[in-house]
């Protein structure tokens, strides 16, 4: 289902985002109401399909811009500002000059980059056997791909030699075919490891964390350097200011600001 027109089906997104941008088109919301608006209720809305699901790029495009408008002064269909700053900028880190909105399209990746996790082996009794990324590429064993009847629940233990703490190669190239039994012997067991864990070399402590992981392909896949603004932007977060005053100093300081200069 999926594979036909993945746009149309993912367009629910979309219209959630449109009707909670409508149900606040009677409020008077200030930039602060508005920036927890966005960072906590619309950009939530496409994450649980998103930890799934790769959005289409497109989609991802519309929704910002959707974002972009109510950040800007739109809350409706008649209700229209002036857009300042593109939803690219707005998405900076805020010591670059941005408002640390999220891209929707790293967020994506970020997300489901926590599925192709590594798993670090040990006993393998908490490791399913199928269809997860225990593999030392990352990649998972198909239910397809053994030969003999085997239990769906299984998990990793049963293809170890307990007492070695080594793969049980007479077993694993009897049950599975040559090219998934090559790949599983090939991946490493540690007798020094005892417990299974899921493993991530970019934190120093293995844990997987989206977060940092959104931040790594902001910076790895996404040409952001020609979007930063130089400046001392650290020190105006830190001012002891309401955040509408806070707010108010960036847009003047990003001549975000209906002046006459500003409007030319």
Request: charged share 20%.
């Amino acid at each position: 289902m999926i594979g036909r027109r993945k746009k149309d089906i993912c367009s629910f997104i979309k219209d959630r985002v449109w009707k909670k941008i409508n149900s606040w088109s009677s409020k008077s919301l200030s930039k602060a109401g508005r920036k927890v608006l966005i960072k906590s209720v619309l950009q939530s809305i496409p994450t649980y399909f998103m930890s799934i699901f790769t959005i289409p790029s497109s989609l991802c495009d519309e929704i910002e811009k959707m974002m972009n408008s109510f950040w800007w002064g739109q809350s409706g269909a008649r209700n229209k500002g002036i857009h300042w700053m593109s939803w690219e900028r707005l998405s900076m880190h805020k010591n670059d000059g941005g408002m640390d909105f999220k891209s929707l399209h790293a967020f994506n990746l970020a997300i489901l980059g926590k599925q192709g996790n590594r798993w670090r082996i040990g006993s393998g009794q908490d490791i399913p056997l199928f269809n997860e990324n225990w593999l030392y590429d990352a990649s998972s064993v198909s239910i397809q791909q053994i030969e003999v009847l085997l239990d769906a629940s299984g998990t990793v233990a049963d293809i170890i030699a307990s007492d070695e703490n080594c793969w049980n190669v007479p077993l694993i190239t009897t049950m599975f075919d040559p090219s998934c039994a090559v790949k599983i012997i090939a991946t490493p067991l540690y007798k020094s490891v005892s417990d299974d864990k899921r493993i991530w070399r970019v934190e120093n402590n293995g844990m997987y964390s989206v977060w940092n992981a959104y931040r790594l392909c902001v910076q790895e896949l996404i040409d952001t350097s020609h979007l930063r603004m130089n400046g001392v932007w650290k020190l105006l977060w830190k001012i002891q200011a309401p955040p509408r005053v806070k707010n108010l100093l960036r847009r003047i300081c990003r001549r975000c600001i209906p002046t006459p200069i500003n409007l030319q």
